[in-house]
């Protein structure tokens, strides 16, 4: 059966600090893997991977695949009280379907 | 752009009653989902409709049926509501898959619905 699973499920940290979060995943015919941040309402997109050993970069945010491993990383440096959300790791199959993990509830305090 | 709308945004049910929840995007996307989002448990597809005139379940479709009416359009109903289906619903649209392109999903702010 298709899974994502997140790690740690929640964090808590203090602004500066680097955090890395994990995605692993067995999915079949995998097509994409994509991050999402929730804040209060509606996930954001923040990115999609689709090979493995290259990294994404937006800002304090990357990201980077592994698909020998099944895993993916989202890494956020110097972190801000604006990052604290609940990130989303989704991965998708070549049929379209998206399988979504738990998240991982991320707090950082001044 | 709105974007990806949801109607409504809240709603109470009692046991057994029907409701279709209704949701449109304007951006031309050809694959739109229904998810449903419970506390812990991250989001859970139901439904999805790859293109206009094609549907196909997803993780946890019992309960529930859709529509794509068109290209914008596509509704999921509820047609004997329980408890167990109070939840916050999420519809999503984005770019049609193929190949390279970038597919980026776009999220419709939700509905809250309440089942008593």
């Known amino acids: 059966e298709d899974k994502v699973v997140q790690s740690p499920l929640s964090l808590v940290v203090h602004e500066g600090d680097t955090v890395t979060l994990n995605c692993s995943y067995e999915v079949t015919n995998f097509r994409s893997l994509l991050w999402y941040k929730q804040e209060k309402k509606a996930p954001t997109f923040l990115f999609m991977l689709?090979?493995?050993?290259i990294e994404k970069k937006s800002g304090r945010l990357s990201s980077i695949l592994d698909k020998k491993e099944l895993f993916s990383i989202l890494n956020i440096t110097a972190t801000q009280t604006g990052d604290s959300a609940v990130y989303l790791c989704?991965?998708?199959?070549?049929?379209?379907?998206?399988?979504f993990g738990a998240g991982t509830r991320l707090t950082v305090k001044p | 752009n709105a974007g990806v709308t949801q109607t409504p945004k809240f709603q109470v049910l009692k046991t057994g009653q029907s409701m279709t929840l209704q949701c449109a995007q304007d951006m031309n996307h050809n694959s739109m989902y229904w998810y449903r989002q419970d506390p812990g448990m991250g989001l859970r597809l139901i439904y999805y409709s790859a293109s206009e005139g094609t549907t196909d379940k997803g993780e946890v479709p019992n309960g529930y049926n859709v529509s794509r009416l068109n290209k914008r359009e596509f509704s999921l109903r509820l047609e004997s509501a329980a408890p167990s289906q109070t939840s916050v619903y999420f519809c999503?649209?984005?770019?049609?898959?193929?190949?390279?392109?970038?597919?980026?999903?776009?999220f419709g702010p939700g509905t809250r619905l309440l089942v008593l």
């Open positions: 999503a649209s984005s770019e049609y898959p193929s190949g390279r392109a970038r597919k980026t999903q776009y």
């Open positions: 989704a991965v998708e199959a070549v049929a379209g379907d998206m399988r």
């Open positions: 689709t090979s493995s050993g």
